[in-house]
């Protein structure tokens, strides 16, 4: 089993829908997870981190970790075309492992 | 800074032959990390220093892999002998403690 799962999609939606990416882990020992962004041809960019249990906003982006289902999401609202990427969910540790990524594409 | 720098950018090489990369991370980030990515995957896991220590290794670094960090500055990942399967994105993060991860733009390796 992979440390971390997640649907590879890939999601397609039209601008302006929430969008919820959705990842689990199977070590309830991990406190860190991260979302990052990776644009075609280029390195994953750090969206957000949380620590343990709750929700963290940060602009139109929210993270959100239920450590009782080893549950991780991260929500998009008003969705726009330039959110088209990949989202990869990790955990952190003294090194990261990620999962394998959500394609996700925002039409206009 | 200007963040972390990979060199080069792609490496186009013959099957057999040794390939080397470059890794300049964030001055200031004394963690080094390299992953490897291929079409559709995350990137995996590959190994890490800390300073100029290499503190641990995936077992997907085979023995035709070798990663150094001398002076804990920047640092080099060698393959000899390439494979076909040895193609793919190469990349390269630094961080340091309370920090998230940065990553480099990747060498993206195609070994014909």
């Known amino acids: 089993q992979k440390e971390v799962e997640q649907d590879p999609g890939p999601l397609s939606v039209p601008e302006g829908a929430i969008v919820s990416l959705n990842c689990t882990y199977s070590?309830?020992?991990?406190?860190?997870f991260m979302w990052y962004r990776q644009y075609s041809r280029k390195g994953p960019e750090l969206l957000m981190y949380?620590?343990?249990?709750g929700n963290k906003e940060d602009g139109r982006f929210t993270a959100q970790v239920d450590k009782s289902s080893k549950y991780i999401s991260l929500f998009i609202r008003d969705s726009q075309p330039s959110d088209s990427a990949t989202y990869l969910c990790?955990?952190?540790?003294?090194?990261?492992?990620f999962g394998a990524g959500t394609r996700l594409t925002v039409k206009p | 800074d200007t963040g972390v720098s990979q060199d080069p950018r792609h490496k186009i090489t013959k099957r057999g032959q040794n390939v080397t990369f470059r890794c300049d991370p964030i001055?200031?980030?004394?963690?080094l990390y390299w992953y490897r990515q291929t079409l559709g995957q995350g990137p995996e896991f590959l190994t890490y220093?800390?300073?100029?220590?290499?503190?641990?290794k995936s077992r997907l670094l085979s023995d035709r892999f070798s990663a150094e960090r001398p002076k804990g500055s920047f640092s080099t990942l060698e393959i000899q002998r390439t494979e076909q399967g040895d193609s793919a994105m190469y990349l390269c993060?630094?961080?340091?403690?309370?920090?998230?991860?940065?990553f480099g733009s990747g060498t993206r390796l195609t070994v014909v």
């Open positions: 993060a630094s961080s340091s403690p309370g920090h998230g991860y940065t």
């Open positions: 070590n309830s020992a991990f406190q860190y």
């Open positions: 949380t620590y343990s249990s």
């Open positions: 990790a955990r952190g540790s003294n090194d990261m492992r």
């Open positions: 001055s200031e980030h004394n963690r």
């Open positions: 220093f800390q300073n100029e220590a290499q503190l641990e």
